[in-house]
């Protein structure tokens, strides 16, 4: 029998431009087994990035190492320890091809590294879905006076700020180096014994406030119109899905909601929110990030993660794919090329996405050309590159309960004593920075090995003395 037209259907059929409602979730698997592989491929990483693009020979690399246990996501407030017993590891490199392959027990895990890619991380594939071909880069100016070129004079340190620089590379023996500028020029450099001038170091997730700035330049060429409308990722189409209620702000501000499944050893299920994933499964970053569930009402929760600046980088994909332009060339000419950051590079994933969140590399003297862009208001060159009052938008938390603003944090709660709590800084793992210093108009680009203290103390006292003498 026939069900009556006037009866209540169980599907909605309300019409719809595209999309076939939400995409599958992704499910993270936290059995042992998936952990000890998420660590043996983490190591291989860390070992090619230290090897193949800072540059560092096998002995320093040896002595950095850390080894990282993978965790499985946690919940809201509280992170699960790791549990996972490893058999020591193997550390191959082959040279030629830029290649390191970790072995543990019967885990295997390989990464590998190429001109404008950062480091691949393949795990148990040989190779990745995509032709690493060189990137087309902008020239750099190596005559031309930083910030704007390469050349750099840097003053001599006055005798109280030399004092803190001893004070504080004594107790961080983890720091390639601190740079201290003005907008016109750097006034003082100092590098460890395994740090140098031309040596790119990790950003972690410094990279995230690269890619907040890329979303802030398509904002200003009009390719977005508004941080506050919904986040037009590729993969998030049907306006009847909850997905819809995510905005760009959320996404930046690490208010979006997403998470995932987890999968426990014992096979029951909870809800985890990612963090380190990213970094250690090889797979599409850019799906898996789109594949979340919604587990809290967008805009209400604090979250930091990783899957929603991923879900930034798709979409900074698909508007330049959309447009016929090369995706590389142009996400490395949108700003980083434009501020003559050419030792700037991100890592690609397997599939050929430039990770959004972190993973990202650059020498001190290119990264603080970044802090001196958000000194400057978003102008480069007498050239507007970010939308009014971006800066202050980004760099301003919007939210009680925590100091992030908008891919950056914010001195607003006194974590450094001594700095005005108006300083931001972009900030990623083991302790990488870009200070921005408004009112005093200076930047501090500092750079820490993963995994080794820094002294933040130290740093505190270091900052508050340039202030002293600079400004």
Not at 20 to 30: K, L, N
Not at 114 to 141: K, Q, Y
Not at 259 to 270: A, C, I, K, L, W
Request: net charge neutral; proline share 6%.
């Amino acid at each position: 029998m026939s069900q009556p037209a006037w009866m209540e259907t169980i599907f909605d059929r309300t019409p719809h431009i595209d999309g076939a409602g939400p995409v599958d979730p992704v499910v993270y698997d936290a059995s042992t087994q998936a952990l000890r592989q998420r660590t043996v491929n983490f190591a291989a990483k860390r070992y090619a990035d230290m090897l193949f693009v800072s540059g560092l020979d096998r002995a320093t690399a040896d002595r950095h190492f850390r080894l990282r246990v993978a965790q499985p996501p946690s919940g809201l407030s509280a992170h699960r320890p790791a549990c996972v017993d490893m058999a020591p590891l193997a550390v191959e490199v082959d040279a030629a091809d830029r290649r390191v392959t970790v072995r543990s027990g019967d885990c295997t895990g390989q990464a590998m590294a190429r001109a404008g890619f950062g480091t691949i991380l393949l795990g148990r594939s040989n190779a990745p879905a995509f032709d690493p071909r060189p990137v087309a880069r902008a020239p750099r100016e190596a005559s031309k006076p930083w910030p704007y070129g390469d050349a750099v004079e840097a003053g001599v340190a006055p005798a109280a700020l030399t004092a803190a620089l001893d004070g504080f590379f004594a107790a961080s023996p983890g720091v390639y180096g601190v740079l201290i500028a003005r907008p016109d020029r750097v006034l003082t450099e100092r590098y460890s014994a395994f740090g140098a001038p031309d040596r790119a170091t990790p950003s972690w997730s410094m990279t995230k406030a690269i890619t907040a700035t890329v979303v802030g330049r398509m904002v200003r060429e009009g390719w977005l119109a508004s941080m506050h409308d919904p986040a037009p990722a590729p993969l998030w189409r049907d306006p009847r899905a909850i997905h819809r209620l995510i905005t760009l702000d959320h996404l930046v501000r690490m208010r979006s909601g997403l998470g995932f499944p987890v999968r426990q050893e014992d096979g029951s299920t909870t809800i985890g929110f990612e963090n380190s994933a990213v970094y250690q499964d090889a797979g599409d970053a850019f799906q898996a990030a789109q594949r979340s569930i919604v587990a809290t009402v967008p805009g209400s929760v604090f979250r930091y993660v990783n899957s929603g600046m991923n879900v930034l980088g798709a979409i900074i994909r698909d508007q330049i794919e959309r447009r016929g332009l090369p995706y590389y060339e142009t996400a490395y000419g949108m700003l980083v090329d434009r501020l003559g950051m050419g030792s700037y590079q991100h890592s690609a994933d397997i599939a050929g996405n430039l990770i959004a969140s972190g993973a990202g590399y650059a020498t001190l003297r290119d990264y603080a050309k970044f802090g001196v862009l958000y000194l400057n208001d978003g102008v480069w060159n007498r050239e507007r590159l970010l939308p009014e009052g971006w800066v202050d938008y980004a760099l301003t938390p919007t939210h009680t309960g925590t100091n992030y603003a908008a891919c950056f944090r914010s001195n607003v709660e006194g974590g450094f004593p001594d700095l005005p709590r108006d300083t931001a800084w972009a900030s990623g793992a083991s302790d990488q920075k870009i200070f921005i210093l408004r009112r005093h108009r200076l930047t501090v680009a500092v750079s820490n090995e993963t995994d080794h203290a820094m002294d933040m103390a130290a740093l505190n006292r270091l900052i508050a003395t340039a202030i002293d003498c600079y400004a």
